[in-house]
């Protein structure tokens, strides 16, 4: 097992990628504690995972808000004293012509997808260096490198976390912490959902894909396994496309 005895936090864990990502981390022998903001679904979330024998705790989590990423980390600092991965992946989007995009949604936005990243990278730095072997993984998004119509503020946000990942790997690899990205292409998710059914733009989307397909949940969390485990050991500011080939073409 490429993680066993290892304790990782995935944030945005209810579903989608994190959920993808918590039950592989499981399976490869991590003690995952599965964050996110709807304590239901990240219940759900521990209870598969125990169900197939892997060890997991529910916190709930709005990475939105300080005090709740306070309280995350003190949980986790009083039961281990270190973390050994966290993988930086709670997000949300609000699909809007940016002609017409209100400053609300552009906050509600930017406080999830970059100030949210910005806290856990910040505040779950002394639990990383405790390690001795820390492995920092944010979830960028092709969409930091590829522009679509009504994703504008997503794209920013996006790209802000990719340089974000290339400073922290300079800052952080002093105290042996890696840092890294992944940047997913389109995979079937509840933040996607509303894109890909629409059968016009799926058509779209995959004919813009080499390999001809959307991707999957465990394909990302496949690529996040890499990242978190001795696999990648030498590789820090690194960010991996998972998108099917989408970022090679034209």
């Known amino acids: 097992m490429r993680l066993q005895g290892r304790i990782a936090l995935v944030t945005g864990a209810g579903n989608g990628i994190g959920r993808g990502i918590a039950h592989v981390f499981a399976a490869e022998g991590a003690h995952v504690y599965v964050s996110d903001v709807d304590g239901v679904s990240a219940e759900k979330v521990v209870g598969e995972i125990s169900t197939s024998g892997g060890k997991a705790m529910a916190l709930v989590c709005d990475v939105s808000r300080g005090q709740d990423v306070t309280a995350l980390f003190r949980v986790i600092e009083s039961a281990h004293g270190k973390l050994d991965v966290?993988?930086?992946?709670?997000?949300?989007?609000?699909?809007?012509?940016?002609?017409?995009?209100?400053?609300?949604?552009?906050?509600?936005?930017?406080?999830?997808?970059?100030?949210?990243?910005?806290r856990i990278a910040r505040d779950g730095f002394e639990l990383l260096k405790a390690s001795g072997r820390g492995s920092l993984v944010n979830l960028a998004s092709i969409m930091a490198h590829r522009g679509l119509r009504q994703l504008a503020a997503y794209s920013a946000t996006k790209g802000a976390v990719s340089a974000l990942t290339r400073a922290l790997a300079v800052e952080y690899a002093p105290f042996n912490i890696r840092v890294n990205a992944l940047a997913p292409g389109f995979v079937e998710t509840n933040l996607t959902n509303r894109v890909i059914r629409n059968p016009m733009i799926a058509k779209a989307?995959?004919?813009?894909?080499?390999l001809r397909r959307f991707g999957s949940t465990e394909e990302i969390a496949r690529a996040a396994l890499f990242f978190a485990s001795d696999d990648s050991s030498f590789v820090t500011g690194a960010e991996l496309a998972v998108d099917g080939g989408m970022s090679a073409g034209l």
Do not use: C, M, Y
């Not at 552009?106 to 100030?115: A, F, H, M, Q, T």
């Not at 989307?205 to 080499?210: E, F, N, R």
């Open 205 to 210: 989307l995959i004919d813009q894909t080499p």
């Open 86 to 118: 966290i993988i930086n992946n709670a997000g949300l989007n609000v699909r809007e012509d940016f002609r017409h995009l209100s400053d609300a949604d552009w906050v509600k936005i930017r406080e999830v997808n970059l100030d949210g990243v910005v």
